[in-house]
């Protein structure tokens, strides 16, 4: 990261492979199509983001599951990502906490962090979101399902991810709570839905 960058927008994605992503949807559209769904919806979220640098100056972080580091940072530079590195081992939310520690120590004052699974996600979504945290210490996005399909913080914030029960209904509600025992009061931009069932697929049509 250059020194001038102090913002880094997070892409967390899953390589797609058959059989290794989506896989709640390949249980319905089988794991070839869940392959290229997903491909689509890295795609989306990568055009999304350079949409946002038009108007916000950010470094583009890509950081992969199931690949190595070389194959990782071909897919990534393929991609248009300013940088591509792998997520590491550990559960959701250890993943997420070791961006934002990393960020921080590179002198990011500003990061937030997305998945790679959002149909409706626009530009204006994320320039949203590092505006923001020019007014607050966190911003998050709602999901439909109670989870949040963005979260970004000006600092890291140690074991704020911990003990969230990821997958379930009361993601945002825990994170909202343990914002709140560390003085934080994230803004909340629109609510959005992630892509995990073939039903989901409907409005994305």
Do not use: N
């Not at 899953?14 to 392959?35: I, N, Q």
């Not at 997305?114 to 007014?135: C, H, M």
């Not at 989870?147 to 890291?156: A, D, K, V």
């Not at 994170?175 to 629109?190: F, I, K, V």
Request: aromatic share 6%; hydrophobic share 45%; charged share 20%.
């Amino acid at each position: 990261m250059s020194a001038a960058s102090t913002c880094q927008l997070i892409v967390l994605a899953r390589w797609p492979a058959p059989g290794r992503c989506k896989r709640r949807l390949a249980l319905s559209l089988g794991a070839v199509a869940a392959a290229r769904i997903q491909t689509r919806l890295t795609g989306h979220t990568l055009m999304a983001a350079k949409q946002a640098s038009r108007e916000f100056s950010f470094e583009l972080v890509l950081v992969v599951e199931g690949l190595g580091s070389r194959a990782a940072r071909r897919w990534g530079q393929g991609l248009g990502a300013d940088r591509t590195l792998l997520q590491g081992q550990g559960g959701l939310g250890l993943r997420m906490q070791r961006q934002f520690q990393r960020a921080a120590r590179e002198g990011a004052s500003q990061v937030v962090l997305i998945g790679s699974d959002l149909p409706q996600l626009e530009g204006g979504d994320l320039v949203a979101a590092f505006a923001a945290l020019g007014r607050r210490e966190g911003v998050l996005g709602p999901a439909h399902d109670g989870g949040y399909w963005l979260i970004g913080l000006r600092r890291p914030e140690p074991e704020l991810l911990a003990g969230i029960a990821w997958g379930g209904a009361q993601v945002l509600e825990q994170t909202l709570a343990a914002m709140a025992r560390r003085g934080l009061e994230p803004e909340l931009l629109t609510t959005r839905g992630d892509l995990d069932w073939a039903r989901d697929l409907v409005p994305w049509r």
